[in-house]
């Protein structure tokens, strides 16, 4: 066992990667060197384990690999890194995934690809300059090939976001800077299919997701606990941890 932190980030996530690569998002182990394959910028790097689950449970590569998570010499760090099959980008020093993302875009605007880029965020990158200047930069050129996910789970490194740095109103704020922006469940996950599919029919104005999570889902306590940022869960934690996501009770 990797003995590994950020879980609770990976579960409050879970729901907007498995949807993305189960196939709202255009790509696929088969297509990855296609160039017209969407991409996806998964700029919350610390959820690798949920990330490297829904990618090995998509093809991506083989789940036994997941037995290796936080290795020594295991490709499967603890921020997601382009070693592994299906990983675009390497993250994890946050903030930066919206900027490459914006590259990728106006080039595939520039070169006529019929691809959307989508980006993973964090709420807690909502207080990093560097998001707020591309989200400008997007805005600008009339980015309507990229959409953003943000995970707001609330929590953020040691404490709740509002108490860090004020997001709210964070709908509004991203309304200001020229994105069509919605609210919704991020773990509901017809939801997300249904907004994810509605972004082709809006055009002229890049497309933020707002979505509200629960930090740790799933696993009844870590949600919504600050502690569980980083801790990593002991071997009786994580047993019950799995028994409550999957339903087969006590561990």
Known sequence: MA?????????????????????????????????????????????????????????????KMLEFYGEDHSPLSGHVTTHVPGIELSTGSLGHGLSVGAGIALGAKRSNLQRKIFVVLSDGECDEGSTWEAALFIAHHRLDNIVVLIDRNGIQSLDFTENILRLEPLADKWRAFGWDTQEIDGHDHAKLWSAISDCDSRTGMPRVLICETTKGKGATFMENQVLWHYRPPAETDSLKAIAEITGNGHA
């Open 3 to 63: 003995k590994a932190a950020h879980v609770a980030s990976s579960l409050s996530a879970i729901d907007i990667l498995s949807v993305l690569y189960a196939g709202a998002a255009s790509v696929s182990p088969g297509t990855m060197d296609h160039p017209e394959r969407d991409i996806v910028i998964v700029s919350k790097g610390h959820a690798a384990a949920g990330t490297y689950a829904v990618l090995a449970h998509a093809g991506f590569f083989s789940t």
